[in-house]
Nanobody
Framework: QVQLVESGGGLVQAGGSLRLSCVAS????????MGWFRRAPGREREGISC????????YYSNFVKGRFTISRDNAKNMVYLQMNSLESEDTAVYYC???????????????????????WGQGTQVTVTS
C-alpha cells in the first residue's frame, strides 16, 4: 500500500486560508494523477481538485474553483492544496489520493469526477467557522 501523509488541516474562520500538504511515494508522483477529495457529514466523498503528472493539467470542482489551487512538487514527492476564501461549507475531512502505476493515463477530470482513487490517506479535518 502506498503511504500518504497529510498535514495542514485545522480550525479557521470564514474567509481565511489553509494549505494542505501530502507526501506520497515516488512511483505515484512520477506516474499518474493525484488529487484531493473531501467528505462532509452526510455526504459522499467528492473530488475537489486533481492534477496530472507531466503536463500539469488540473481539475477543480465548481464549489472550489477560483478559491483553491492544487500544485505538486515531484522533487519532494508532494502535492499541495492552497485553500483561500474558505467558507463554512468547506468543512469536511480532506483526503489526499493517488493512483497506482498504469499503462494508460487517467486525466485529472476523470480521477475527480469518477472518484478513482487507488490509495488515500487517513484524512485531515478542516473546520471553517462562520
Amino acid at each position: 500500500q502506498v503511504q500518504l501523509v497529510e498535514s495542514g488541516g485545522g480550525l479557521v474562520q470564514a474567509g481565511g486560508s489553509l494549505r494542505l500538504s501530502c507526501v506520497a511515494s515516488a512511483r505515484t508522483t512520477s506516474n499518474n494523477a493525484m488529487g484531493w477529495f473531501r467528505r462532509a457529514p452526510g455526504r459522499e466523498r467528492e473530488g475537489i481538485s486533481c492534477i496530472s503528472n507531466g503536463d500539469e493539467r488540473t481539475y477543480y470542482s465548481n464549489f472550489v474553483k477560483g478559491r483553491f489551487t492544487i500544485s505538486r512538487d515531484n522533487a519532494k514527492n508532494m502535492v499541495y492544496l492552497q485553500m483561500n476564501s474558505l467558507e463554512s461549507e468547506d468543512t469536511a475531512v480532506y483526503y489526499c489520493a493517488a493512483l497506482r502505476s498504469r499503462d494508460r493515463i487517467i486525466t485529472p477530470r476523470t480521477m475527480c469526477v469518477q472518484n478513482i482513487t487507488d490509495y488515500w490517506g487517513q484524512g485531515t479535518q478542516v473546520t471553517v467557522t462562520s
